[in-house]
């Protein structure tokens, strides 16, 4: 009998996606009749714009929608999506500069299969979104983190770029309102990291799904508008998800130069073909309307923010420096680790997050899942009650800790 492994390799060294992953388990505790409060997905907690899924209906009775299309996006939603990226960024670029995906996780992982070869490495900030190693593994890349922390909020200087660069450095990924921190890089600090970008002649891949929902005086930058110089060597990904509650919906893109997204086509006419034609259609009223529903969930998700950075600043041992984009907090618990709490002596973020989890039924991802253990992210988007509830119960649970 082969003593060969059932799996491959390549497919064995992927992990879970961690906060998929507390997701599901909050969830499978409360189909148990457990009163969970998941601070785990990244998932807006509202329904999708009426006009959107009134676009989908239509586009489910239309005959030419049962068919396959074609496999980089349908044409009219690829120069409506030139359209918007001009509209919201400043950036203009062509429908053939445009690839429409199965979400932002697709754009992701195409982006960096056709940019790397083996061995080439890619700049990542951490923390950074659990997705991002994974994409870069299995394109065979290696990853070289570049490590922030709550005493710069979680920003990153060109200073510490420049020290991680090497001469197999291809690619820097470029996240700002960034998924797990909030943090949002100003405008010259975009452009100077862009500069430095170009100077040195790497790919900048940047995502950019968050770019609406920022607060405070913060404002998003486009790398690629902020440096012209980087127009052909720069991939944006971005998609309609986080901005118009449309998660389920799985419609995504990248946009790139003309070769790039010709490479990335063909392999997706080979992994997936067209995406569904109903959600593209959903996407094309998404991107096509005002964004009169995004301020209306901006405004929400801001209240919220100012709430649940209060809260967690109120608890001893926390450190939460205030996000200023997405929806996620990011605090640092690294006072609490080693604290007896109810007969336990959690070493670690993970630890904690699941002592927090059994005993006050409050699910949040500890750092471990975005490199830099330590921390946990809770995502607050979710109803304002809840909010209130889950970190009161976290509260309430570490002040017994000593």
Not at 364 to 373: D, K, L, M, N
Request: charged content about 25%; aromatic content about 8%.
């Amino acid at each position: 009998m082969s003593m060969r492994p059932r799996i491959s390799t390549r497919i064995s060294a992927i992990s879970e996606s961690a906060t998929l992953a507390v997701d599901a388990r909050a969830k499978a505790m409360k189909a148990d009749g457990r009163p969970v409060i998941g601070f785990g997905a990244g998932e807006p907690d509202f329904p999708t714009p009426d006009y959107i899924v009134e676009a989908a209906v239509e586009a489910a009775r239309d005959p030419r929608f049962h068919k396959y299309t074609p496999a980089g996006g349908l044409p009219e939603l690829k120069l409506a999506i030139a359209d918007k990226t001009l509209r919201d960024s400043g950036y203009r670029v062509e429908p053939t500069q445009v690839l429409v995906t199965n979400g932002g996780k697709q754009a992701v992982y195409e982006a960096f299969a056709t940019l790397l070869d083996p061995g080439d490495e890619v700049l990542v900030v951490a923390p950074y979104w659990t997705t991002y190693p994974e994409a870069i593994k299995l394109a065979g890349g290696v990853q070289v983190d570049v490590v922030t922390d709550e005493t710069t909020g979680y920003l990153v200087g060109v200073e510490q770029l420049e020290a991680a660069r090497t001469e197999r450095t291809k690619a820097l990924l470029f996240v700002s309102p960034s998924n797990p921190t909030g943090a949002v890089h100003t405008r010259e600090q975009t452009v100077e990291i862009g500069r430095w970008a170009a100077e040195h002649g790497l790919w900048v891949v940047t995502d950019e799904i968050y770019e609406h929902l920022v607060y405070g005086g913060a404002e998003f930058t486009s790398i690629a508008t902020a440096v012209p110089e980087l127009a052909d060597r720069v991939v944006v990904l971005n998609g309609v998800a986080k901005t118009y509650a449309m998660t389920g919906w799985r419609v995504g893109w990248l946009i790139g130069p003309p070769d790039v997204v010709r490479a990335a086509t063909n392999l997706q006419s080979h992994a997936t073909s067209n995406v569904a034609n109903v959600s593209q259609m959903a996407a094309l009223a998404a991107v096509r309307g005002d964004l009169s529903a995004v301020e209306r969930m901006r405004e929400a998700f801001d209240r919220r923010r100012r709430t649940i950075v209060r809260m967690l600043n109120e608890i001893p041992g926390m450190v939460c420096p205030e996000p200023k984009g997405a929806f996620y907090a990011y605090p640092s618990v690294k006072e609490l680790l080693g604290k007896e709490l109810r007969g336990r002596r959690p070493a670690s973020s993970a630890e904690l997050a699941e002592l927090i989890l059994e005993e006050v039924e409050v699910a949040v991802v500890p750092g471990e899942a975005f490199g830099t253990p330590g921390y946990f992210r809770l995502s607050y988007a979710l109803g304002d009650d809840d909010l209130v509830e889950g970190v009161s119960r976290i509260a309430k649970l570490l002040s017994e800790a000593h």
